[in-house]
């Protein structure tokens, strides 16, 4: 009976809905250069330091998925606001607070409890350079 309801309950597992990725944004305003492009390999993730609108020094989620590419995400957990790293077993982006895990090619929850996914960031490749456009993604 009961038992059963709250040990399903508690394993961390979401059955909402996933959102689908969060729409790419277009460049607008100050791009910033967060890494050479060499030291990011295809098919691999990075955190690095950026500048947010409100001055704040904020770390952001990169992940080259082919040559041509660079993705860039908020590393603000879409759960409870915690920070997300590429700190994982798996090849993915890794929230430590509660578990939830994100897709690098798209920013989706793989794992919950988050259920948003995270919020995307602009980018080009310009001189070899990882540019990245931090707007605010409230």
Do not use: W
């Not at 309950?9 to 969060?22: K, M, N, R, T, Y």
């Not at 990169?62 to 077993?89: I, M, W």
């Amino acid at each position: 009976g009961s038992a059963a309801l709250l040990t399903a309950c508690g394993d961390g597992h979401s059955e909402a809905q996933v959102p689908e990725a969060s729409p790419v944004p277009s460049a607008s305003g100050n791009g910033q250069a967060v890494m050479d492009l060499a030291e990011l390999e295809v098919g691999a993730r990075a955190t690095v330091q950026a500048k947010h609108p409100t001055g704040a020094e904020i770390p952001v989620l990169l992940f080259r998925p082919d040559e041509k590419n660079v993705l860039a995400y908020s590393s603000v957990c879409t759960h409870q606001g915690c920070v997300v790293t590429t700190k994982s077993t798996q090849e993915d982006f890794f929230c430590a607070c509660h578990g939830s895990r994100f897709k690098p090619a798209d920013g989706t929850v793989t794992d919950g409890p988050a259920i948003a996914p995270l919020a995307r960031y602009a980018t080009e490749i310009k001189n070899d350079k990882v540019i990245v456009f931090v707007t605010d993604s409230k």
